[in-house]
């Protein structure tokens, strides 16, 4: 396969071309920095909500509402941890091979 070196954010980055390729987001792009911004608030919430499950039901509906965000939001996390780059020395890997 043929290797390609890319500028992106002022950093090197390696892709190939695989079919993959086009789908990989780079660590630093507004995408995946807003993912990641979820992500701590979803932590927040699961690291208050889930001992109070032990304690007490919550079967408001906002709760269950806000459970089912949270089981997406975690599910959809795992597909796109293996379709976003990394930093290793300097240069963004963005090869999905790599990646995963």
Do not use: H
Not at 25 to 37: E, H, K, N, Q
Not at 43 to 54: K, R
């Amino acid at each position: 396969q043929k290797l390609q070196l890319a500028k992106q954010y002022g950093f090197d980055s390696l892709n190939d071309g695989s079919c993959l390729q086009p789908l990989v987001i780079g660590p630093s792009s507004r995408m995946r920095v807003a993912w990641d911004m979820v992500s701590v608030l979803v932590v927040g919430y699961d690291v208050l909500t889930v001992p109070l499950i032990a304690f007490s039901e919550m079967d408001e509906p906002y709760f269950v509402a806000i459970g089912l965000f949270t089981t997406v939001f975690w599910t959809l996390d795992i597909p796109l941890s293996f379709l976003s780059g990394f930093y290793d020395g300097g240069v963004i890997e963005m090869r999905p091979k790599k990646i995963a």
